[in-house]
């Protein structure tokens, strides 16, 4: 069977794209390789999507949304996409075995977690080292952990962590976080959060799991080893491009660069949501290119076809 759309990835971004190329009259397809939702799954809270001035969990939020998806007529494909190529007239996407067709895609499969790349990290993931707080925080009851990072994911995470862990340190490797000032100022007000600056961690140690993490000190150049039952890793993330089989621009961090209309530098290809190049990745502006990639779709099969 051959579609006019592909969206690959449900998160914000992919669900608002089928909620609109639905609208818009597109036989469209939606890949999801785990559960719908995207990031905002992984948001214990999320108190800045206009409409909820109570706020309301990630999870609760990713359910309307495909609620939404799914009232407008759209089921979920639930296989993760291994490849997608260009054909003469369209693509082809494989998941799971089988082949789609398909005029247009939508990328919007996000990110992942960037990792620290210290010894100690790949062998303790899951036995002490996280990169989701809402996953992993209550295994960590009355315990001391280290949250790694600066930026709104670190001191959010670590605010959610100190519901459970005895002492949160926060560990960054500047003097000042990157999270916007409303966050700041809860972590430094909060009594269970330990500020440690300049800091960066050089290894991770255990046995079956994590019991300590050798640190730097930037500052004084002293490198030192302190016991912790769990780290957080939230450092930034990457976009999860593996599946593209095709030639695509792409920044030097590896985002998917778009124009205006959210279109790629392959005709037929458009990216919404974190996936891509842009300078504020939230659920708000995930939502919005979601609208824009499904509408810039329609008006190229349209065009073109
Ligand atoms: P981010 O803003 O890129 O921050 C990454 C943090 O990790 C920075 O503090 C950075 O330090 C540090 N870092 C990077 N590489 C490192 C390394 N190798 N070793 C040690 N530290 C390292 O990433 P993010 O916090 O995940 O946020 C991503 C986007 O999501 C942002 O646009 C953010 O605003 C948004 N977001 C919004 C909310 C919200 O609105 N509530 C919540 C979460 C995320 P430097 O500061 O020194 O660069």
């Not at 609109?20 to 799954?41: I, K, M, P």
């Not at 800045?48 to 990713?62: C, H, K, R, S, V």
């Not at 979920?76 to 005029?103: C, H, M, P």
């Not at 999860?240 to 790629?264: H, M, P, Q, R, V």
């Amino acid at each position: 069977m051959e579609y006019d759309l592909a969206i690959i990835g449900a998160g914000p971004a992919g669900l608002t794209s089928g909620i609109y190329a639905a609208r818009a009259g597109l036989n469209t397809l939606v890949f999801e390789q785990g559960a719908a939702g995207g990031q905002a799954l992984l948001t214990d809270f999320v108190e800045n999507y206009p409409g909820f001035p109570e706020g309301l969990t990630g999870q609760e939020l990713a359910r309307k949304f495909t609620e939404h998806l799914s009232k407008a007529g759209i089921k979920i494909t639930y296989a993760g996409v291994d490849n997608i190529t260009k054909q003469d007239k369209g693509f082809t996407v494989l998941a799971a075995g089988k082949e789609y067709f398909s005029r247009a895609v939508i990328l919007s499969m996000g990110t992942q977690p960037r990792k620290i790349g210290v010894p100690g990290e790949g062998e303790f993931t899951g036995r002490g080292v996280s990169y989701c707080a809402i996953c992993d925080a209550p295994l960590f009851r009355n315990r001391k952990v280290a949250v790694i990072g600066g930026g709104d994911t670190a001191v959010e995470e670590a605010l959610y962590l100190t519901k459970f862990a005895r002492e949160v340190h926060l560990i960054h490797r500047r003097d000042r976080l990157r999270a916007v000032s409303l966050l700041r100022d809860r972590a430094l007000q909060n009594e269970k959060i330990v500020m440690r600056w300049n800091t960066v961690v050089e290894e991770i140690k255990g046995d079956k799991l994590i019991q300590a993490l050798v640190l730097k000190n930037k500052e004084t150049g002293e490198v030192f080893e302190e016991n912790f039952d769990g780290v957080f890793v939230f450092i930034g993330s990457v976009p999860k491009t593996e599946c593209i089989g095709f030639e695509i621009s792409k920044n030097e961090n590896g985002y998917i660069i778009t124009d205006e209309w959210l279109a790629t530098s392959q005709p037929g290809v458009f990216a919404a949501g974190d996936i891509r190049e842009k300078f504020l990745r939230q659920v708000t502006t995930a939502v919005g290119d979601g609208a824009l990639a499904a509408m810039s779709a329609e008006k190229y099969l349209v065009e073109k076809y």
